[in-house]
Antibody, heavy 117, light 108 residues
Framework: EVQLVESGGGLVKPGGSLRLSCVASEFTFSDYGMHWVRQAPGKGLEWVSSISSISSRIYYADAVKGRFTISRDNAKNSLFLQMNSLRVEDTAVYYC??????????WGQGTLVTVSS | SYVLTQPPSVSVAPGQTASLSCGGNNIADKSVHWYQQKPGQAPVMVVYDDSDRPSGIPERFSGSNSGNTATLTISRVEAGDEADYYCQVWDSTTDHYVFGAGTKVTVL
């Protein structure tokens, strides 16, 4: 069974940085594109960023472009999201997800990021 | 940017059929994915690429896509189907994924 476990969330002040990690298991990580999706408290789902299997294609939502960086280490079955210049509106649960077809077929349980002074 | 429109809520009696719409300009030209999210839980994909079901998803969940509307149909609705449902597409014009705002399904 595909497993995705996120970590790295926490409380950070506006303007600060955090690095999220997602460790994958029970599938060949290097074969699949991966995504980050977030959900602000009481709100809907918002796509954040995507990376192809060999990091040749990377995409960002307009809201995070220039502040967030997605990356992966296929040797360590790990996906990352470096978040800089954090804003209050970045407060959300951040999920990593694996491709299935054209969508996000498998999701982790999420990690909470709170940006507050 | 591409916009997906979903009704905020749908109510359905147990055993009946729920039809959830997802509207978008020429959405039939795109592949639509659907997710179910129960309170406090991560989303679960229930339909991908318009009408395919991931492993483990009951046949009661089906999808279609035509013209300007994609539809998720839940047949023989059960109490456990009560959740928020989101549609999603890839917008190749902007290279962005887009989610609809979600539909809350209430089982009466």
């Amino acid at each position: 069974e595909v497993q995705l476990v996120e970590s790295g969330g926490g409380l950070v002040k506006p303007g600060g940085s955090l690095r999220l990690s997602c460790v994958a298991s029970e599938f060949t990580f290097s074969d699949y594109g991966m995504h980050w999706v977030r959900q602000a408290p009481g709100k809907g789902l918002e796509w954040v960023s995507s990376i192809s299997s060999i990091s040749s294609r990377i995409y960002y939502a307009d809201a995070v472009k220039g502040r967030f960086t997605i990356s992966r280490d296929n040797a360590k079955n790990s996906l990352f999201l470096q978040m800089n210049s954090l804003r209050v509106e970045d407060t959300a649960v951040y999920y990593c997800a694996r491709v299935l077809g054209g969508g996000h077929g498998y999701w982790g349980q999420g990690t909470l990021v709170t940006v507050s002074s | 940017s591409y916009v997906l429109t979903q009704p905020p809520s749908v109510s359905v009696a147990p055993g009946q059929t729920a039809s959830l719409s997802c509207g978008g300009n020429n959405i039939a030209d795109k592949s639509v994915h659907w997710y179910q999210q129960k309170p406090g839980q991560a989303p679960v994909m229930v339909v991908y690429d318009d009408s395919d079901r991931p492993s483990g998803i009951p046949e009661r969940f089906s999808g279609s896509n035509s013209g300007n509307t994609a539809t998720l149909t839940i047949s023989r609705v059960e109490a456990g189907d009560e959740a928020d449902y989101y549609c999603q597409v890839w917008d190749s014009t902007t290279d962005h994924y887009v989610f609809g705002a979600g539909t809350k399904v209430t089982v009466l």
